[in-house]
């Protein structure tokens, strides 16, 4: 090499991170392992660790007092790390040995002529045993707009990053006896790519829905419903096709970075050497609050898992359902966004440890919720503010669609499960876990009605 990229090189020093992006993450012998930290110096050792920001240590929950925290190790990592840990007298247990053979077990694989005859008898592929590509969920949509265009509608409200038409469902059977537009509940789902569990549910919530209109008659006269099953589908797609753990976007803001042409070119240099840093955390991206990286759980860095973007709303894809929201905002009672993992029902605030004034409805509405959750299958979730039950994060959709958009019932939905297979959830529990949420959200339905 020569010119800048030479320099570019001996400033940076070398290329120990390059990872090739045409190729596939593995995560063989990578090991998620449970820490069980029992006092206060234990999780500031945690912590500490955590800033440091090993290239191969990875949170996946954050250190808290009295609770366990996931964290998946890399392979050259891994004895030096359980030393680490017996050092400071922080007990451990390995969930997953090998994430690269869970991820492989994780969803079944079709062939293309086993989706072809599924379309062929069905006219759409959707399974529910598996998860499923963005393709495939849109054509679903799709279908069923033309299936049942009574009561079903396909809305492009924008386009990814990277050009994909980022596509909703309005299931609605028309206006109230007044000729008004009926309140709706809201649901989007795929804000962070590897949670594929929460788009599941929300077509799984679709098909009810719209397969289903005539058992949901009473549902479906007194509500409407918005449903947004990826949010984020060049994040989704790359956790199909290249890292299964990729969380963010897929945007690259090295421009917005520095203001100096030569600064802007060593960024560029070293993101071409190194292939890393792409993307913003969408939901650190909502303009309410937006980067009060003090509170904790955001950041300013680009190459951080949480990175909050060099804006609010640089993410086509938050704008777009953002506008969205706010255009229909005068109907929509209900906010609820899907994620995981933890099973837990979210009230705001995320941004600060205040509660909201009408706190105590929240909660209670969502406790009934979590009630018809649980007598499903027995699970159990919990309800609390975002910020004390899972950690303070500023610029999360929830804080906007309350504090902006002005929707009184704004929720986060930490799906199944609890830390066994954590964002790796065998494909065989999606149908469980979305009859249950099925179940909470239609009693939500009934309450604020
Ligand atoms: N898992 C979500 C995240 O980290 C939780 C967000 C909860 N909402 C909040 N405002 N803190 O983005
Ligand atoms: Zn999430």
Avoid at 78 to 97: A, C, M, Q, R, Y
Avoid at 107 to 133: A, C, F, I
Avoid at 252 to 274: C, G, I, K, M, P
Wanted: net charge neutral; hydrophobic share 35%.
């Amino acid at each position: 090499a020569s010119g800048i990229g030479s320099i570019v090189t001996s400033i940076i020093g070398t290329e120990k991170n390059f990872k090739s992006r045409s190729s596939r993450v593995s995560y063989k012998n990578h090991q998620l392992i449970r820490l069980y930290p029992n006092s206060q110096g234990h999780v500031n050792d945690l912590k500490e660790l955590k800033e440091s920001e090993p290239e191969d240590v990875k949170f996946w929950t954050e250190p808290m007092y009295n609770r366990t925290t996931d964290v998946v190790v890399g392979p050259d990592l891994v004895s030096d790390f359980k030393v680490f840990l017996s050092d400071k007298g922080i007990d451990f247990k390995v969930l997953i040995p090998d994430l690269q053979k869970t991820i492989a077990y994780q969803n079944p694989k079709m062939t293309k002529e086993q989706r072809n005859d599924l379309v062929t008898t069905n006219g759409h592929s959707m399974t529910w045993k598996r998860y499923h590509r963005y393709g495939e969920i849109v054509k679903y949509l799709e279908y069923l707009a033309l299936r049942y265009p009574s009561v079903a509608e396909v809305i492009t409200i924008g386009h990814s990053y990277e050009g994909q038409p980022i596509k909703m469902i309005k299931i609605s059977t028309g206006t109230n006896k007044g000729g008004e537009a009926k309140p709706a509940i809201w649901i989007d789902a795929g804000m962070h790519a590897r949670e594929w569990i929460g788009s599941a549910v929300a077509t799984y919530i679709v098909s009810q829905l719209v397969e289903k209109n005539s058992s949901y008659a009473k549902l479906l006269d007194n509500t409407d419903w918005m449903i947004l099953p990826v949010v984020n589908p060049d994040g989704y797609e790359f956790s199909h096709t290249g890292d299964r753990l990729w969380r963010k976007t897929r945007s690259n803001h090295a421009e917005d970075q520095d203001d100096s042409r030569f600064l802007q070119l060593v960024n560029h240099y070293t993101r071409w050497l190194w292939g890393k840093c792409e993307g913003v955390d969408p939901n650190r991206n909502f303009d309410y609050h937006w980067g009060e990286v003090e509170a904790g759980g955001a950041s300013l860095d680009p190459c951080h898992e949480t990175y909050a973007g060099p804006r609010a709303f640089s993410e086509p894809e938050t704008k777009a359902m953002a506008d969205y929201i706010l255009a229909n905002k005068q109907n929509i009672r209900v906010y609820l966004t899907l994620h995981s993992y933890s099973q837990m029902w979210l009230v705001p605030w995320g941004y600060t440890y205040t509660k909201p004034l009408d706190y105590s409805e929240l909660a209670s509405v969502a406790k009934k919720a979590i009630g018809a959750v649980t007598k499903i299958h027995g699970t159990n979730y919990q309800v609390g503010p975002s910020a004390d039950l899972l950690y303070p994060t500023s610029g999360a959709s929830d804080d906007w669609a309350k504090g902006v958009a002005g929707i009184k019932y704004a929720y986060t939905l930490e799906l199944r499960d609890r830390g066994r297979y954590g964002f790796l959830l065998p494909a065989s529990q999606i149908v469980p876990t979305a009859r249950e949420i099925w179940a909470g959200v239609k009693t939500i339905a009934r309450l604020v009605n």
